[in-house]
């Protein structure tokens, strides 16, 4: 018998299988189907992002028919949740976080009775930036004839639980992104529901990451599972990201490399606070009891690709040209900046330096705080699209001061749900899941150089 992990990711799908004895035997990925109209309009059909998943669980469960899946476990992106009506229908495509016209309402926050801070301090999150609150609160303002029809709001990994299963679940560590989770609760806020104008009864139930469903008969036959084949709830696919890395203390440092840069850390609510407050990083729950999770949110990835947008030599040609000493330039970490550093003649591969510095300085910032905590602060894992070039990670190792890793498999969330899924399904602690699905260090990164965190 097999475990399949998948991530539903912002822009593809990843599926990681490995046998029951911690063997990868095969990774795998589709685009998530996503549907850009106009820029700044970007949204997921649940039903294209279904089909999607089930042709990618049906072509890996064929090609390994003499050792066959009967365990799926999911890693799941932040924010998107599809409308529903009472026959479990999409009323509605789900928003994806790059969607940006919730942010550009001004009314979204003035129509809540609790202020910005209060919001930050209670959710962890800034309440400028995406999320689902803000999502609600412009299907409101936008569609009262849905909203009037709503049964239920589902991440795309609850529908597919759903229709896989018949489950009604989400994870704390994904409903504490929503901005509708209280963090001393660890549960649905009533305060922000009812500020939202949102009823308790749209949202489902909140279960732990290793809650384990029945996957329907029909399901696995037409999927090619194994007889009696179980889905496991997993979780964020950032707290997955930072398990599948950090191993089970959970107290290093990873750097999670894709659509944005993450640095990340877990320990207990004071401490992620104090962290947060210090380095303006957002606080979500994490996988245990009392853990949660503090981390950097820097768009990194959308920049990199508009500053290499028509470039021939695209933008893995450009990160490999970058140069591992500091240049001490920065540039805004925003689109406007980009395009005008593009449209003045900045040398492309310039502007991916500043990027990168620019970044890093966010990432430092983090990291001494957390060194302040008494935690160690080096090693840092790598994890995530962005892990594979050289230049670039020795550039970060001088800017941070610290050394950094590489691992065995850079798919962090895709191991730390296989992590969660032998704690679901063999009992495993967390330190033996470590142990049967391994990461190794495979490299590290040694500094030079010491760069003010700053």
């Given at each position: 018998?097999?475990?399949?992990?998948?991530?539903?990711?912002?822009?593809?799908?990843?599926?990681?299988?490995?046998?029951?004895?911690?063997?990868?035997?095969?990774?795998?990925?589709?685009?998530?189907?996503?549907?850009?109209?106009?820029?700044?309009?970007?949204?997921?059909?649940?039903?294209?992002?279904?089909?999607?998943?089930?042709?990618?669980?049906?072509?890996?469960?064929?090609?390994?028919?003499?050792?066959?899946?009967?365990?799926?476990?999911f890693s799941c992106l932040g924010t998107a949740m599809i409308p529903l009506d009472a026959e479990g229908l999409p009323l509605g495509r789900a928003l994806a976080p790059a969607d940006t016209r919730p942010q550009q309402q001004p009314w979204s926050l003035g129509d809540l009775a609790l202020d910005e801070a209060e919001l930050r301090w209670r959710t962890g999150s800034d309440p400028t930036v995406a999320s689902f609150l803000l999502h609600a609160l412009w299907w409101q303002r936008e569609r009262p004839d849905l909203m009037d029809r709503l049964d239920r709001f589902r991440s795309l990994r609850g529908f597919a639980l759903a229709q896989l299963c018949g489950a009604d679940a989400e994870?704390?560590?994904?409903?504490?992104?929503?901005?509708?989770?209280?963090?001393?609760?660890?549960?649905?806020?009533?305060?922000?529901?009812?500020?939202?104008?949102?009823?308790?009864?749209?949202?489902?139930p909140l279960e732990a990451p290793t809650a384990t469903y029945p996957i329907l008969e029909a399901a696995a036959k037409r999927l090619g599972l194994a007889h009696g084949a179980v889905a496991v709830l997993g979780a964020m696919d950032n707290c997955c990201s930072h398990f599948g890395a950090a191993g089970p203390d959970r107290s290093g440092l990873v750097n999670i490399v894709g659509t944005y840069e993450h640095l990340a850390a877990a320990a207990d609510l004071d401490e992620v606070r104090t962290v947060a407050s210090a380095a303006d990083a957002i606080v979500h729950s994490y996988l245990f009891p009392g853990q949660y999770i503090t981390m950097t949110r820097v768009p990194i990835g959308a920049l990199l690709r508009s500053a290499a947008a028509g470039h021939e030599g695209g933008l893995d040609t450009l990160l490999d040209a970058v140069s591992p000493e500091p240049q001490g330039r920065f540039i805004r970490l925003d689109a406007a900046a980009v395009t005008a550093a593009v449209?003045?003649?900045?040398?492309?591969?310039?502007?991916?330096?500043?990027?990168?510095?620019?970044?890093?300085?966010?990432?430092?910032?983090?990291?001494?705080?957390?060194?302040?905590?008494?935690?160690?602060?080096?090693?840092?894992?790598?994890?995530?699209?962005?892990?594979?070039?050289?230049?670039?990670?020795?550039?970060?190792?001088?800017?941070?001061?610290?050394?950094?890793?590489?691992?065995?498999?850079?798919?962090?969330?895709?191991?730390?749900?296989?992590?969660?899924?032998?704690?679901?399904?063999?009992?495993?602690?967390?330190?033996?899941?470590?142990?049967?699905?391994?990461?190794?260090?495979?490299?590290?990164?040694?500094?030079?150089r010491v760069a003010p965190a700053t």
């Open positions: 018998m097999s475990v399949l992990a998948l991530d539903i990711g912002s822009s593809r799908i990843k599926a990681l299988l490995a046998a029951w004895d911690g063997r990868i035997v095969e990774t795998s990925s589709t685009a998530t189907p996503r549907q850009t109209i106009q820029p700044g309009e970007q949204s997921y059909a649940a039903a294209e992002v279904l089909s999607a998943i089930e042709d990618l669980v049906t072509r890996l469960a064929t090609g390994h028919r003499a050792d066959p899946i009967d365990t799926i476990v994870d704390r560590s994904w409903a504490s992104r929503t901005m509708l989770v209280d963090l001393e609760t660890n549960d649905w806020s009533p305060e922000i529901l009812d500020a939202a104008g949102l009823r308790p009864d749209v949202l489902p449209r003045g003649g900045t040398p492309r591969p310039d502007i991916l330096q500043r990027l990168i510095e620019s970044a890093t300085s966010v990432l430092a910032r983090f990291a001494a705080a957390w060194a302040e905590l008494g935690r160690p602060s080096e090693p840092i894992a790598i994890v995530g699209g962005g892990a594979g070039h050289d230049a670039v990670l020795r550039l970060k190792a001088n800017l941070l001061g610290r050394r950094l890793v590489t691992l065995g498999s850079d798919e962090g969330a895709g191991l730390g749900a296989l992590r969660l899924a032998a704690m679901a399904v063999n009992g495993a602690t967390p330190e033996e899941a470590c142990e049967l699905f391994e990461n190794p260090i495979t490299r590290t990164i040694q500094p030079h």
